[in-house]
């Protein structure tokens, strides 16, 4: 890490506080890592808050930087400013949860893997690890290796996970999952009613808790591509890159620019294709199968592109520490852009149906609405949080690749309803198709990837999958992943879900779920 | 009334698939065949994610898709375990998710097979020993076919039910 160049909007938020800048650092991504200790952490978080910076991250890491027992380190970010405090080995720090609403799943994620203390939290309950594992199991630890732990093979009704309790005349509880009546990934719901209006939703999640952190300690970069992937399926290709974009600026990777295209060229078609996902999800939901045909019937026929380019449907196994696996045929990028063209003008038809149908307007308008005041305290990002007004696009405020020299359009609404949502996907889809245009028009040629060892160190990364912001802050020692630390846009977003269906008739959960399209793989981990 | 007369002699809006694949019609015929000799008529699916990364379920989703359309081979996706003949897990079975995995298949009613989907639910994948899995479907219950892949394919599965069908029939 060098030493600080503290940018002057940073310096100007903080300046309240009694800090010194000479403790600070940059790292690799320009984020700023600043030590603090856990007295001044109060003073400090405070100010950020007051300057509206969001907690995108909360995590902890053994021996950091020399610094026995374990560090916390919280990310906070504001536009383009990001700035990370440690606090170095605390027996126990005050709960940020209060003050950030986003730290209260991360602080309970901290304790569950490492069995941090946060004193004054109002939520301890665990977090990924369920009833079945014994206490004081903390498998982030370093001194616990990762095999088998003895489990009980079902949960005694008194230690059953405690819900919020909702009380009152006429409210009944309607518990869903984790087994759904659709094709769709485990979780729980739930619901307060009354009648047929939510009054209370309660999630719970990470059934899938696969371990996918610790999986990835002790792995070379390389050998955790794999793991990256298995995120989340649908975003194979945003956190495998996520992944390689912090080795490489770690190690000072320089990735060629036709690399960089043909990554941009998969992870825009990604994008499309999960928004098209999303976007026939939520018709099927308003009952409009006519509608929802018509993107499952484009969503397929890319997804063949995919294998066309690529040889794996969901683009997996294509990129690499320093570039991409295999070089795409030239006929192949013709071929789609041909398509592509086509493809536009079918997807217009299609969202034209879509939008000139008042069954499918009245379901979707005023329908799960997401308040603009939620973006910044629980750190919400992509589609839902630029439907409900922000501003943020990473491609934009955190430029990777060729993002800076393809600038894509940032487009915000207003009303944080179901219909924002899918407007804004269904713009997003139109911007990306003409990005991959650009692209292929102007596809460089050259080698497709850099061969250059990998150094140690660490950075946060952040990159722009479907559903928003993923960060994946990397730390390598002696060229093995010491802490692989992924969070997707899920993870912050799914709390969202909660305030939407507020009010909300319960038929009008499932279009509601749909239209913030959440990962519960990427999730769980 | 003007609006349902129009309706009725405007132009279709309803198109041809453009791609129609020989393998997927030929599997399907073979299936619908066994499916009719083995459960007549129809053949009703439950899909379990026991800790998939959702690509072996979005493959699964794909086969209602109106490429596949698998509905009329006679594979209905049903919504309780309580409906089903057939169990499509996917993913390595999380530790979190093993209660309710076996809750599940002690729901569906027997005669009932498991198929599991993907190389996480055959063999734990790259899960396989770590503390947060309990490995493949088989490690906590019976699974009579496995259909490996990261995802297989709609076509694999579907070739994979077929394969089942083959097998149930043989056993009849």
């Known amino acids: 890490m060098s030493p600080v160049s503290v940018p002057e909007l940073l310096a100007r938020d903080l300046a309240g506080t009694v800090i010194s800048w000479n403790r600070a650092r940059t790292g690799p991504s320009n984020e700023v890592y600043l030590p603090v200790s856990p007295d001044e952490l109060a003073g400090v978080t405070g100010q950020l808050a007051i300057h509206q910076y969001a907690l995108i991250a909360l995590f902890a890491a053994e021996n950091f930087e020399g610094q026995p027992g374990t560090s916390l380190l919280y990310a906070f970010q504001k536009r383009e400013q990001l700035i990370i405090l440690i606090c170095a080995s605390p027996e126990a720090v005050p709960s940020l949860a209060r003050t950030f609403p986003s730290a209260s799943w991360f602080e309970r994620e901290c304790r569950d893997g490492f069995g941090t203390t946060f004193t004054g939290a109002f939520d301890t309950r665990r977090l990924f690890l369920h009833e079945t594992y014994p206490e004081g199991f903390h498998p982030l630890k370093k001194s616990f290796d990762n095999a088998a732990v003895a489990t009980g093979a079902s949960v005694p009704k008194e230690e059953e996970y405690p819900f919020r309790c909702v009380e009152g005349e006429g409210i009944y509880q309607v518990p869903v999952g984790p087994v759904h009546a659709g094709i ?232 944080g309803d179901v219909l924002s949502r899918f407007t804004i996907k269904s713009a997003e889809i139109l911007a990306s198709l003409d990005l991959i245009g650009r692209i292929l028009k102007e596809m460089p040629t050259g080698p497709v990837a850099a061969v250059k060892p990998v150094k140690d160190g660490c950075t946060l990364a952040l990159i722009e999958s479907a559903r928003g912001q993923n960060l994946c802050w990397l730390w390598i020692r002696n060229g093995k992943i010491e802490r692989y630390k992924m969070r997707t846009a899920s993870f912050c977003n799914w709390q969202a879900l909660e305030h939407a269906v507020q009010g909300n008739i319960l038929p009008d959960f499932p279009v509601i779920n749909k239209s913030l399209n959440l990962s519960y793989a990427g999730t769980d981990l | 009334m003007v609006n349902a007369l129009t309706c009725l002699f405007k132009k279709n809006v309803t198109e041809d698939i453009p791609v129609r694949n020989e393998e997927t019609e030929r599997i399907g015929r073979d299936l619908k065949a066994e499916i009719d000799s083995v459960f007549g008529r129809s053949l009703a699916v439950r899909e379990l994610d026991t800790g998939s990364d959702n690509a072996a379920e979005i493959e699964i989703n794909n086969l209602c898709n109106p490429f596949y359309d698998a509905e009329r081979f006679g594979i209905t996706f049903v919504a309780s375990p309580r409906h089903a003949d057939v169990l499509l897990v996917t993913g390595a079975v999380t530790r979190n998710m093993a209660p309710a995995v076996r809750k599940t298949y002690d729901a569906v009613p027997a005669p009932k097979y498991v198929i599991a989907v993907g190389d996480d639910a055959c063999t734990g994948g790259i899960y396989a020993g770590t503390y947060a899995v309990l490995g493949g479907a088989d490690k906590i219950i019976p699974v009579d076919l496995k259909i490996p892949g990261n995802p297989p394919s709609p076509v694999e599965i579907l070739a994979g039910i077929l394969a089942l069908m083959r097998k149930a029939r043989s056993c009849q």
């Not at chain 1, 619901?191 to 808790?209: A, W």
């Not at chain 1, 960089?260 to 999800?281: K, M, P, Y």
Request: glycine share 8%; charged share 20%.
């Open chain 1, 184 to 415: 769709i990934e485990p979780g729980h719901f739930r619901f307060s009613v009354i009648g047929e209006t939510i009054f209370n939703l309660e999630i719970r999640m990470f059934y899938k808790h696969r371990g996918i952190e610790k999986l990835a300690e002790g792995r070379t970069p390389t050998a955790c591509l794999p793991v990256a992937e298995a995120v989340s399926g649908d975003e194979s290709v945003a956190n495998a890159v996520l992944l390689c974009m912090a080795t490489e600026r770690i190690s000072g990777i320089s990735v060629p620019d036709r690399a960089w295209c043909i990554r941009t060229l998969f992870l825009e078609l990604e994008r499309i294709v999960s928004h098209l996902n999303d976007q026939a999800g939520m018709l099927v939901d308003v009952a409009f199968p006519l509608g929802a045909s018509q993107f499952a019937v484009l969503r397929e026929e890319l997804v063949r592109w995919n294998e066309t380019l690529s040889g794996s449907r969901f683009l997996r196994g294509t990129i690499c520490i320093g570039g991409i696996v295999r070089d795409v045929q030239n006929d192949d990028l013709t071929g789609l852009a041909g398509f592509l063209e086509v493809f536009r003008k079918r997807y217009q038809i299609g969202l034209r149906i879509v939008l000139s149908t008042s069954s499918v307007i009245e379901r979707f308008a005023t329908t799960g609405c997401i308040d603009r005041s939620l973006v910044v305290p629980l750190a919400l990002s992509g589609p839902v949080a630029r439907a409900s007004g922000s501003p943020e696009d990473a491609r934009v405020q955190h430029p990777y690749g060729i993002y800076d020299r393809y600038p894509v359009p940032v487009k915000s609404l207003f009303d």
